[in-house]
């Protein structure tokens, strides 16, 4: 992901939301590790449950999921004509899929973050929960690889081994 914006452009658009424009950083996608917790969208949703890198939830349950949290957050919305690729979803803890009901499944980029922010900004967010570190996570992986490789698991199935862990791990506060 190689995000580019022009924000003079921007600037005109913004009207009351231009300070939090003045504060937008542009960063690369790797740069996203030092986020807890990456959620990614998607409006391709996985009809297959072995299909771990598009297994996602909906909104409700993303609330649900954040509610109380204080770790660090970050939400990956893709580009306006492809969304995020597998690539790219592989690297997120959750996947979240927006269900519009019609055969038309995408949808505007704005509108899809304006769902999804106002599901979670009106939820109940006193409940304190804490989600493990990205450290954490990281050490409980490289111990599950460990194990796995130590019980012969079959070497070509260790990535879907560590994005279902990631997932698992993403989905359950500590």
Known sequence: MNPKFDAKKAAIFAVHGKDLLDKAE???FDDLRKFDLLIG???IRS???SNVTRDSINPSQLVQLLVGAKQHICLILGREATGLNNSELSACD???NID???NYRTLNISHALAILLYEIMSSNFHKKKSFATVHEKELLIDYALKLATASSYRRHKTSLL???LKRFL???PK
Do not use: E, F, L, P
């Open 26 to 28: 542009t960063i690369d």
């Open 41 to 43: 969208t998607t409006a």
């Open 47 to 49: 009809s297959d449950r």
């Open 94 to 96: 959750v996947v979240v």
């Open 100 to 102: 519009t009901g019609t």
């Open 162 to 164: 560590t994005m279902a």
């Open 170 to 172: 993403g989905r359950n």
